[in-house]
């Protein structure tokens, strides 16, 4: 009896561990997805010459993500995950303020900017959590349910924000946002235990970013799934920070905007949740191959279809759109599990790098490839074309490596 109590116990404690996760990573979600149907609205506040500009208070909060995280994750290893996480909710705080005072768009992208540095600490924090927690395939399991969850905010994050802001003015997103976030933050406080142990903490000095980077850039698997990271999440953020404007502007369906998005955002989550059934089943490498040939050979389809600047039907679009992140959902949490597998002692900077490196070569992907989508979707199929052949060719160079080093041995 005392035996299935604990085994109760246990059961309770990593499901409340895996949401409570999840909840870490989705105010993330909630600060860019809840804001996608206010950016016109906030371009005209903020007297934005060229609506093209707006889609930049979407990367510019994914390029703080990027350099919070090579912050944080470092001075994580050191202190703990639960200081740094708190640390980066007080700096939300700060740069919430900063985005509903201002009526500069430079200072609002300073400010969203700044949100990304501070939200870089809970999304560094989990994943390391997890690493810390659990690793192998079961690792990625966890990883793939923690962003299975983290996809459901995407789903009504922007019919949210749309509520919002028709009700209360688009400055209440921000308000919001951080009520949530006060939410997760005493649940974490009473109930998330440190998951660092004292034995692997490193004692803080400047040349632990030095030596950290050093080890992972000397792990070779580690730095290109970190690039394959980049390619995958680059070519999604082009459609993340111009999907108002091509739903929007191309098709003229503002108010079936927010559906429209949730119901590509079940697409991924649905892959991703199917891939925490099969990953421990079939492993991520196999897994993340077949994905990322079925990514390319749908970009494929799309331009050989649709080659001409005519965009397709509103249904054909969406379609094509499903497939592909469908795909996607089964890259996300694999590439970083990969990318993390062999640096469980340098969790927290290895973690960091892992999403510094992604995420900054991202931002100027999706910036580059934003920039031609103003009349047809064609640019974004190119690009997401163009990132999967080289994230293809980098994955056959890494197996090939592995291969070779193996028959060495």
């Known amino acids: 009896m005392t035996y299935f109590y604990a085994m109760q116990n246990q059961k309770r404690s990593q499901i409340e561990f895996v949401v409570l996760m999840a909840a870490l990573m989705s105010i993330v979600a909630l600060s860019i997805d809840a804001v996608l149907p206010a950016l016109p609205i906030i371009g005209e506040y903020l007297n934005v010459a ?72 809970p999304r560094t924090m989990c994943i390391a959590m997890v690493r810390d927690s659990y ?15 983290f996809i459901l905010v995407p789903i009504i994050a922007p019919t949210l924000g749309q509520f919002l802001m028709n009700h209360y003015g688009w400055k209440f997103i921000f308000t919001f946002t951080l009520i949530f976030g ?26 632990i970013f030095k030596t950290g980077t050093i080890q992972f850039f000397k792990i070779k698997s580690a730095v290109i799934y970190t690039l394959l990271s980049g390619f995958i999440t680059g070519s999604f953020m082009v459609y993340l920070s111009t999907s108002q404007q091509i739903f929007e502007k191309q098709y003229n369906l503002a108010e079936e905007f927010p559906l429209i998005f949730a119901s590509l955002a079940i697409s991924v989550g ?35 279809f649709y080659h001409s600047d005519q965009n397709p ?3 054909i679009l969406i379609t094509f759109f ?64 163009v990132c999967g052949l080289i994230s293809l060719l980098l994955f056959y160079f890494n197996s090939n490596a592995v291969s070779k080093l193996s028959k060495v041995n």
């Not at 700060?94 to 300073?110: D, H, N, Y």
């Not at 469980?344 to 900077?349: E, F, P, R, S, T």
């Open 135 to 149: 690793e192998g395939d079961y690792m990625a399991k966890i990883l793939s349910i923690v962003v299975m969850v």
């Open 270 to 304: 649905l892959a991703t949740f199917m891939n925490s059934q099969l990953v421990v089943k079939y492993g991520m490498k196999r897994i993340v191959h077949i994905s990322m040939l079925s990514f390319v050979l749908i970009s494929i389809i799309f331009l050989a």
């Open 322 to 385: 499903a497939l592909q992140f469908f795909t996607i959902g089964f890259l996300f949490g694999n590439l970083r599990a990969l990318a993390m597998q062999p640096m469980g002692h340098i969790a927290g900077i290895g973690s960091a790098l892992n999403g510094f490196i992604s995420t900054v070569m991202a931002v100027p992907i999706a910036n580059y490839i934003g920039s031609y989508i103003d009349g047809s979707v064609k640019p974004l199929f190119i690009g997401f074309l």
């Open 50 to 121: 060229n609506p093209l500009d707006n889609p930049k208070l979407i990367t510019s909060i994914f390029l703080g993500l990027g350099i919070g995280q090579l912050i944080f994750g470092p001075l994580s290893d050191s202190f703990g995950r639960k200081p740094i996480v708190y640390v980066g909710f007080i700096l939300f705080i700060i740069a919430s303020i900063i985005c509903v005072t201002t009526k500069s768009f430079e200072v609002m992208l300073f400010g969203r900017l700044l949100q990304g540095i501070a939200l870089a600490s």
């Open 313 to 315: 039907s509103i249904e």
């Open 182 to 207: 006060l939410i997760v933050m005493l649940w974490f406080w009473l109930r998330q235990p440190e998951t660092l142990k004292d034995k692997y903490k490193i004692p803080y000095r400047l040349s």
